[in-house]
């Protein structure tokens, strides 16, 4: 099992509707989670993390996790098009420290 | 401003060549990170560092190599033994160990084998 798992996508959504991205993980010890954005040919940025079981809302945007399930979700309401992008999941492996990212999923917002 | 720099922005390496990477950060952050990004592909751990003078392989630690011999400093060497070096560099910075370790990146490096 890969430690940190995407759909690759492209995951296509209408503006205006909800964009659901999800990400599983392996370390069940693992503690800090971590959504960045990605544009093409850009590092990534930091949407949100989240360190507690449940929601976690900023704006448009819901982090949810699941440590039970080893599963961690972000929430895009409202989307707009600027919204399109790659969006990478971290998680920080309870092991050792190391910070891995899963592959991205491939979000694409339909105007 | 504080922030994470990385140079070159752009870098060609001719085969046989070795190249450095350069990133500082003046976030006075303990950690450092190398990854490395291919084309529609996710982020790969190529080095970390927690500490001044110690760092870690990641999972593509082969033919790079690291040093950390200031708490602001963290180069890259791609060595002549990396034989598909061309992709995406990112370098980034955490406070260190705890939980809320967030991650922030520099505005990474392209390198081009010609």
């Known amino acids: 099992q890969k430690e940190v798992e995407q759909n690759s996508g492209p995951l296509s959504v209408p503006e205006g509707a909800i964009a659901s991205l999800n990400c599983t993980y392996s370390d069940r010890g693992s503690q800090s989670f971590f959504w960045y954005r990605q544009y093409s040919g850009k590092s990534p940025e930091l949407i949100m993390f989240?360190?507690?079981?449940g929601d976690k809302e900023d704006g448009r945007f819901t982090a949810q996790l699941n440590k039970a399930s080893q599963y961690v979700s972000l929430l895009i309401r409202d989307s707009q098009p600027s919204d399109s992008a790659t969006y990478l999941c971290a998680v920080t492996m309870n092991r050792d420290d190391k910070i891995i990212f899963g592959k991205g999923t491939r979000l694409h917002i339909l105007p | 401003d504080g922030g994470i720099t990385q140079s070159p922005k752009y870098l060609f390496r001719k085969e046989g060549q070795n190249v450095t990477l350069s990133c500082e950060q003046n976030?006075?952050?303990?950690?450092m990170y190398w990854y490395r990004q291919d084309p529609g592909q996710g982020l790969r751990l190529i080095y970390y560092?927690?500490?001044?003078?110690?760092?870690q392989k990641g999972d593509i630690a082969e033919g790079y190599s690291v040093s950390r011999e200031k708490k602001e400093s963290f180069p890259l060497t791609v060595t002549s033994a990396q034989k598909n070096p061309t992709a995406f560099y990112l370098c980034?910075?955490?406070?260190?160990?705890?939980?809320?370790?967030?991650?922030?990146f520099g505005e990474g490096s392209w390198l081009t084998v010609v």
């Open positions: 560092s927690q500490i001044v003078n110690d760092f």
């Open positions: 980034a910075s955490s406070i260190g160990r705890s939980t809320g370790n967030t991650i922030y």
């Open positions: 989240i360190y507690s079981n």
């Open positions: 976030l006075n952050h303990d950690a």
